[in-house]
């Protein structure tokens, strides 16, 4: 079955440290991957999102994501994080025309001034 | 605008009060999905729908019903609710899962006294 694990339950940064947040994900075939946030009180918006071509993916914000196909891995970085920034991280992931986003547990950033 | 639209965002209520929260988009999507949000958890699918009339269960669909009869809204009912029913609830919706992941309405917060 689909899986998805974020190791990290909280982490916490100092403002203008570089950032990297763990997903593993298990899969056979090839999967979509996503990364949310959810910013305290608000739902979910989607940072950026892997299916298929360069394994380097940019999204918004300033964060970027790593596809490895060998680590069963989909990391989210960020190379100097800001005060606005904190908040509930979620990877996840599904399959060509399923009807599941599977998510994981999530990872609470602190960022410290 | 582009958005899903749920209502209410909070919503107090005892035990065993029929409730209903309302989730409807305006982007035309196929799919619908109910999620639950509680601590250490993440998300969890309650139900999903792949079109007008077409529904099915997720994860966690014990004490829940829901229906589509027009593509544009996916109810979620509460028939008895109980205290273990307290938690954040969030509607979604995509037009292809796979591809573009889900679009998330702002959450309705359900506290069961």
């Known amino acids: 079955a689909q899986s998805v694990t974020q190791p990290d339950i909280h982490i916490t940064v100092s403002e203008g440290a570089s950032l990297e947040l763990r997903c593993n994900y298990s899969y056979g075939a090839t999967p979509y991957l996503f990364w949310y946030v959810q910013s305290p009180g608000q739902g979910l918006q989607l940072l950026l999102k892997?299916?298929?071509?360069?394994?380097l993916v940019q999204g918004i914000k300033g964060f970027e994501a790593e596809f490895k196909r060998s680590q069963s891995s989909f990391n989210l970085r960020k190379p100097s994080v800001h005060w606005s920034d904190a908040a509930e991280y979620f990877c996840a992931v599904a399959t060509y025309n399923t009807d599941k986003l599977i998510f994981g547990t999530g990872t609470r950033l602190q960022v410290f001034p | 605008e582009a958005q899903v639209t749920q209502n209410p965002r909070y919503l107090i209520t005892v035990t065993g009060k029929k409730l209903t929260v309302t989730c409807s988009q305006n982007m035309n999507h196929e799919y619908m999905s109910w999620y639950r949000q509680d601590p250490g958890l993440g998300l969890r699918q309650i139900y999903y729908s792949m079109n007008v009339e077409v529904t099915d269960k997720g994860d966690v669909p014990e004490g829940y019903k829901v229906s589509r009869k027009e593509k544009r809204n996916f109810p979620l009912i509460l028939e008895s609710p109980s205290p273990n029913q307290t938690s954040l609830y969030f509607c979604?919706?995509?037009?292809?899962?796979?591809?573009?992941?889900?679009?998330f309405g702002s959450g309705t917060r359900l506290t069961v006294v």
């Open positions: 892997y299916f298929s071509g360069d394994t």
């Open positions: 979604a919706s995509s037009s292809a899962l796979g591809v573009d992941g889900y679009t």
